[in-house]
Structures are given as structure tokens and as C-alpha cells.
T-cell receptor, first 115, second 114 residues
Framework: NAGVTQTPKFRVLKTGQSMTLLCAQD?????MYWYRQDPGMGLRLIHY???????AKGEVPDGYNVSRLKKQNFLLGLESAAPSQTSVYFC??????????????FGPGTRLLVL | GNSVTQMEGPVTLSEEAFLTINCTYT??????LFWYVQYPGEGLQLLLK?????DKGSNKGFEATYRKETTSFHLEKGSVQVSDSAVYFC?????????????FGSGTRLLVRP
């Protein structure tokens, strides 16, 4: 099992460019999440999905879009990158069974620099 | 709203020293509490968790007890090793929130010197 994988590992963008971050999990998890990590601020939730074909906004969704066309994949898109989106992006997944506090499993992260 | 507060880092210790990293939370209900660890260049890994008051989570020599009366979940280890150098995150999950999202503290960097 690879667990949660993220592509790419590192990317440099110019302001206004677009890109898609890919997250894949092989644990058959229902729930998937995108977080961003900034110095001194911990991780903040961008968007999440509770199942194939569903998405929902998190704490800091502005400037991002997501899609969950397949259960194992969760894509994060930046339509027009801004320097404020320079961050480390983490994807996570969990089984999300009702009534239980399921562990989230994290990918290795994508470091994004917007110039 | 729900929130988590952690002690500021970095925390620098000598090998075999005792470790405490403080974590307090604010929540309207009865959250589950977690400690995640992030080693350099890696993603976050679950270290331990507790789902109700007075529960003690433990793993790899680390322990934390869910204290509802003080709304705390402090992380402790009796004898740290150089390999414990990492960033530690306290987090909570609200069982009434169907997203099961995690709310994180800001993280505490631990550096253990030989």
C-alpha cells in the first residue's frame, strides 16, 4: 500500500498561472481533505469531500477549487495563483465512518512557491 | 468556535530529558483529541489519540491524558531521543461535525541534542 500520495512534490508558479495538485489514496477511504500549512499557523482546511462526486468548503476555500470524480483521487486547483498561496499543501484521507473518530492519513505534501 | 492552543516553540532538550508540550482546547461539545508528529520533509503521522475524558493515549513512549476539567491534552515523554526531533501538532475533531475535519494547533518544534 502506498497510502496517500501527492503530485507534484514541489512547484514554482508565476502570479496568474494555474495548476492542479493531485492526491491519490489506495485505502478505499470515503473522506478526503486538502489542508495548507503556513508558518506559525498549523494546518488549515481548504476543501474536503465526504465521498465520490461530493465536495465542500473548509476554513480557507477562496482561490481554490476541487473535484472528486473518482473515489481514490482528490484534485485541488488554483485558477489564478497569487503570492498569498505560497504554502505547503497536504492531502489527507479517512474512512469517516459515522459515529467514530477516524484517523486521518496524510500525504507527504506539495511545496508551492508563487512568485 | 472550536480551537486548539499549543505552547510556542522551539523546545530544545538534551537526550534523555523529560518532555512536556502543553495543549489546551476550546470546544462546545466533547471532542476527540489527537497528537500528530511531522518529521523533517514528511507529512503528518498520528502519534496518539483519546476520544473521551480521562482517556490516556500512548505510543512510542509518548503519553497524553484527556483532561476535561482543564480542557487540556498535554504530551509527555519520560526520556527523549535525538530521533524524536520533529514538529508536534495537537488537534481536535468535533464528533457533531459530519466532516470529521481536524482543527490544529500551530505546532511545536522539538529539537533534541545528543
Amino acid at each position: 500500500n502506498a497510502g496517500v500520495t501527492q503530485t507534484p512534490k514541489f512547484r514554482v508558479l508565476k502570479t496568474g498561472q494555474s495548476m492542479t495538485l493531485l492526491c491519490a489514496q489506495d485505502m478505499n477511504h470515503e473522506y478526503m481533505y486538502w489542508y495548507r500549512q503556513d508558518p506559525g499557523m498549523g494546518l488549515r482546511l481548504i476543501h474536503y469531500s465526504v465521498g465520490e462526486g461530493t465536495t465542500a468548503k473548509g476554513e480557507v476555500p477562496d482561490g481554490y477549487n476541487v473535484s472528486r470524480l473518482k473515489k481514490q483521487n482528490f484534485l485541488l486547483g488554483l485558477e489564478s495563483a497569487a503570492p498569498s498561496q505560497t504554502s505547503v499543501y497536504f492531502c489527507a484521507s479517512s474512512a469517516g465512518l459515522a459515529g467514530r473518530q477516524e484517523t486521518q492519513y496524510f500525504g507527504p505534501g506539495t511545496r508551492l512557491l508563487v512568485l | 468556535g472550536n480551537s486548539v492552543t499549543q505552547m510556542e516553540g522551539p523546545v530544545t532538550l538534551s537526550e534523555e530529558a523529560f518532555l512536556t508540550i502543553n495543549c489546551t482546547y476550546t470546544a462546545t461539545g466533547y471532542p476527540s483529541l489527537f497528537w500528530y508528529v511531522q518529521y523533517p520533509g514528511e507529512g503528518l503521522q498520528l502519534l496518539l489519540k483519546a476520544t473521551k475524558a480521562d482517556d490516556k493515549g500512548s505510543n512510542k513512549g509518548f503519553e497524553a491524558t484527556y483532561r476535561k476539567e482543564t480542557t487540556s491534552f498535554h504530551l509527555e515523554k519520560g526520556s527523549v531521543q535525538v530521533s524524536d526531533s520533529a514538529v508536534y501538532f495537537c488537534a481536535l475533531s468535533d464528533p457533531t461535525d459530519s466532516s470529521y475535519k481536524l482543527i490544529f494547533g500551530s505546532g511545536t518544534r522539538l529539537l533534541v541534542r545528543p
